[in-house]
């Protein structure tokens, strides 16, 4: 794997299309395999309910699978921590800064394909869209001037994978005024019936309240939140490493987010009420 992996990197890394090509799908079919029900002796046709996946969590059910065994180890390791994701988002990166045509649209849509199964398939990879820097990539990709409809909505879909039960990444969303870039897209005329929906789709999910925010913390999340915007990395408890965040330690309810986005959007309350009757994700106490 460590082979496949190293060939497909050197083939990502170069400018050439044909190459990425190739080693996109080399990167695909190695997902492809890991995302195959894994079978043996030992395990059950039928997984019971215990055998579900926890939220953010590896799928106990696959985790016998040697491949994904050895998949993980790497993806864990120090050469190889969270490889597969930083390397896609440095692909696209480098297809950003070519000529836009047919084949390099082509191009970000297998790679933003491809690092949706690697952020589901591997969720501490997520983690790596805390770094301002890797979520700028997917915010440029909103673009409306330079990116088809076909890309927007990818980038959504990609998003919504990068910022599941992460909220350092929100938070790094936040900052970067992503609110603002995705609501501006979904005001404009010209925007994509499609994109429009996927939009609307990230807003009920964006709008979901965060773990242990409640009402009383409305009052001193706004302040702690300059704290830590302001604080060194040191006090903040950031190293500086590829899966942290200056703003790890803020969290949000959903009337916090609700009054965010009223700067952008004018009917964010029907959203609101919307999520509350419909429950789209369950019963998260609104």
Avoid at 160 to 175: G, S
Wanted: with cysteine; charged share 20%; hydrophobic share 35%.
């Amino acid at each position: 794997m460590e082979f496949l992996l190293s060939s497909a990197f050197d083939q990502i890394s170069s400018y050439d299309p044909a190459s990425v090509r190739r080693g996109l799908r080399h990167i695909e079919g190695l997902l492809a395999h890991l995302c195959r029900p894994y079978t043996s002796a030992s395990t059950s046709p039928l997984p019971s309910k215990s055998d579900r996946p926890s939220p953010g969590g590896i799928d106990t059910r696959v985790a016998d699978d040697p491949a994904y065994r050895e998949f993980l180890r790497l993806q864990e390791g120090f050469e190889w921590n969270r490889a597969v994701a930083l390397r896609l988002v440095a692909c696209l990166e480098r297809l950003l800064g070519q000529e836009s045509n047919d084949l390099t649209t082509l191009l970000i849509l297998s790679t933003l394909d491809l690092l949706q199964g690697v952020l589901l398939v591997h969720p501490p990879s997520r983690r790596v869209f805390a770094r301002e820097v890797n979520m700028t990539i997917l915010l440029d990709l909103l673009e409306p001037q330079s990116s088809p409809a076909a890309i927007q909505g990818a980038t959504v879909n990609t998003l919504v994978c990068a910022l599941v039960e992460e909220w350092p990444n929100v938070r790094t969303f936040e900052a970067l005024d992503g609110l603002e870039s995705i609501c501006t897209l979904f005001k404009r005329k010209d925007t994509d019936k499609e994109v429009k929906l996927r939009i609307l789709e990230f807003l009920f999910f964006y709008l979901i309240p965060e773990p242990q925010a409640t009402q009383s913390s409305s009052s001193s999340t706004s302040h702690h939140h300059a704290k830590t915007k302001n604080a060194s990395p040191s006090e903040d408890g950031w190293s500086g490493s590829s899966n942290a965040s200056g703003y790890g330690h803020v969290v949000r309810t959903t009337q916090e987010k609700q009054r965010m986005l009223g700067k952008y959007l004018s009917n964010v309350e029907s959203l609101v009420n919307e999520l509350r009757q419909s429950q789209p994700f369950g019963n998260l106490m609104i």
